[in-house]
């Protein structure tokens, strides 16, 4: 399904989940929480099934022909959306802010990739601000951190949006660690090529998280809370880690990230 | 300087497991960001002056050969002189021949990177003449023989123990009762051995903040006020600066100065800042009688122009290397050379070639926040992803790691094959990874596992699941009716 939905109602917009390669292949119960949000939120929504990744693995290795040629692909897949939307920061970065720095000085993807951009929302601040989630209708009892991951933040500015929604769950309180911007470590393949800095960095993260006093720890992209949470369970930390979709869709009968499924472990 | 960069992992885990420079990098990640972030706040226009620096230096790189010949046309007229040194070599020889005209035995020295990236130190010494570094930080890595750790506090990775250890063993007539267990003591010590030095000095030589093409004069700026001592004293001064340092105007140097220290170390300005021009005019109280600037190239002219060109804008205030996660993990001896951080990941390569300097570019997680607190703005992320892109380009598909990333494009440009080739992966890895939710070892990412658990997929993609709907995963059809 290639083509976006006829909409039912002119009024909601059309929109094209880019569910990434994470939630595809790791937990998929994201993009489910994605594909709930954005429906409450008024949209039409479809998942084009020839979407693969945003390139990013190809492009901060220095392969800029293969990235070129991802991104030309997904550009095409995606075009006719009225809006882009992806569960990460990261990979919303990709698409949003260098597939135009890549194709700047090109005269016919150039300006595709800018029309393209324009469309493309990281999925929490799409839920905050373009088409509002409005009333979260959610519980989740728990106290929970909030990390900042490096493109949402840095690349996008997405800082209070997912503050602001989380707000609205019912029970959920936020405890802001002091490190809540600094990076988890992850970096796709630097986690693996320079894996002893890595763990340093990781471990940096998962010292604040205790600090906080926090059970739970929330965030907007998968590379980092699957790497926060490997961290945090080889330490034998107690603190689950979870997409934020999870939580503001209700989606308490998934386990956290590296827990066998049904009833989320209770003890390491 | 010999670098070993090409060591910078083993260089890495060495420093992780250094208690001393661990409660070092803590203090300085927690100490200057924060200064940073205050000083920043006081000054409503802080961003807006980041944009005009950003203007200046643009402006300067685009007719870097106009302002430098009226900066040497400019110090000439006023009795000083322009020597143009295209590498370290030629950079050395220049200074050695004005020691030797000027008879010079001792030469005192402020905190100069430029100085460094000559190695200007080991040379003189090499060639009869003292080099005495004048600035604390500088003096103490000196005597102990070692590269600066951070460009703007040389001797960050050290202990006050390691400080007082070291005077110990090298000032011999210090009395064994005297106490040394603060900072102010450890600075009254530097201080008594050095005050002969300043006065026996023939030469002086400085690096310089700026150089300002209207005036033909350099800026200098410390804490310590050692580079006042070091220029004015001695009859001789010696100026080594990298030709990107240049500016057109006081004016220009002033907006610049606004970001450096704020930036650097949170103060609005540093303690001494301090404009040369030329030698001593007949009337002036002190003074050298003869001014030298000698002009650095070591490779920078051929990054303008290039992809590295705003590399160039660098002020060397060391906000990217206090604000690196990876430079606050591993420090900056791990790198191998004499710059550090962000910023030295991105010149080294420049000066010493991206095949020696490969490790540094790749040893980042492009989280941004060098970028974002670069009084400069300068883009270090992108130009870390460029350096990878030369080495790419350069080395095609060498590696096991870059086939293997080959194959992955391949994959991910082929959708229907990629879903079979991932869907089948991971409804393996869920399958057996299933019991416990995660993996404690995986073939082929012990990078990941030798210290992380890795979780297990869940079975199906959510591709599978959402166009196809469940294979005997009951999550997928529970999930699916949740909407």
Redesign the interface.
Known sequence: MNTPPESQNASRPKVGLFVTCLVDLMRPGVGFAAAELLTRAGCDIAVPESQTCCGQPAYNSGDVADTKAIAKATIQVFEGFDYVVAPSGSCAGMLKVHYPEMFKDDPDWGPRADAFAARVFELLSFLADVMPLGDVQAAWPAKASYHDSCAGLRELGVKQEPRRLLAGVDGLEIVEGEEAERCCGFGGLFCIKYEDISTGMVDVKVDDLVATGAGMVLGGDLGCLMNIAGRLQRRGVNIEARHAAEVLAGMDDLAPIGVSGGAPEKSE | MQSTTREF?EN??AA?RDPQLQDALQRLGHGFPLKRLQAAGRLPEFERLRDQAREIKNHVLEHLDFYLERFEERVTEQGGHVHWATDAEAARRIILEICRKAGAKAVTKSKSMIGEEIAINDYLEDHGVEPIETDLGEYIIQLRHEPPSHIIAPAIHLSMGQVEETFREKHTDLPEDRLLDDPEKLLTEARTQLRQKFIAADVGLTGANMLIAETGSNVLVTNEGNADLTYSLPRVHIVIASLEKIVPTLEDATAILRVLARSATGQEMSVYTTFCTGPRRPGDLDGPDEYHVVLLDNGRSELVGTEFQEMLRCIRCGACLNHC??YG??GGHAYGWVYSGPMGAVLIPGLIGIDEAGHLP????????C??VCPMRIPLP?ML?A???????RHGTGTA??WA??A??M???R??L??RI?GL??AFLGAIG?????F?WLPL?T??T?????????G????Q???KGPRGDA??E???Q??
């Open positions: 992992k890495a885990y992780r996660p990876v993990t591993v790749n040893a980042s997680t492009l989280c941004g926040r970028e974002s992108r992803r350096w990878r892109a030369r080495q790419f380009e790691g870059r990333l080959k992955w494009a994959l991910a440009r959708p229907w990629y879903r991932m992966g991971v299933r019991r416990r939710g995660r404690g990412a990078g990941w030798n210290t992380r658990d890795m979780a297990a997929p869940e199906d993609t959510f591709l699941q959402w166009h999550s997928g529970r999930l699916r949740r909407r």
